[in-house]
Nanobody
Framework: QVQLVESGGGLVQPGGSLRLSCTASGRILSIYTMAWYRQAPGKQRELVASLTSADTTNYGDSVKGRFTISRDNAKNTVYLQMNSLKSEDTAVYYC???????????????WGQGTQVTVSS
């Protein structure tokens, strides 16, 4: 089984910064794309940022220039550095990892439990 453990959420003032982390553990053969999504109350879940195993990044329009996604392959960990935070960034942030557990199992994606980020004065 695979587990994704997220950390780093919390309360921050507008203009502040937070760094989210997500570590995958368990039986893992290969990790492909690692990504962060978020969901605000009453809204659909949306892509924040993604990072492929070939180091290709993709960012949501609302976070470009403020958020940076990175990964440590040795630790099976993905990070999201969030700067210049705004009230509209308030949401539950979810880690998503596309991986393969073994040669006989199909590649699939897994979700973390979510971490709350609240931007408020």
């Amino acid at each position: 089984q695979v587990q994704l453990v997220e950390s780093g959420g919390g309360l921050v003032q507008p203009g502040g910064s937070l760094r989210l982390s997500c570590t995958a553990s368990g039986r893992i053969l290969s990790i492909y794309t690692m990504a962060w999504y978020r969901q605000a109350p009453g809204k659909q879940r949306e892509l924040v940022a993604s990072l492929t195993s070939a180091d290709t990044t993709n960012y949501g329009d609302s976070v470009k220039g403020r958020f940076t996604i990175s990964r440590d392959n040795a630790k099976n960990t993905v990070y999201l550095q969030m700067n210049s935070l705004k009230s509209e960034d308030t949401a539950v942030y979810y880690c998503n990892v596309d991986l393969r557990q073994s040669v006989v199992l199909k590649r699939r994606d897994y979700w973390g439990q979510g971490t709350q980020v609240t931007v408020s004065s």
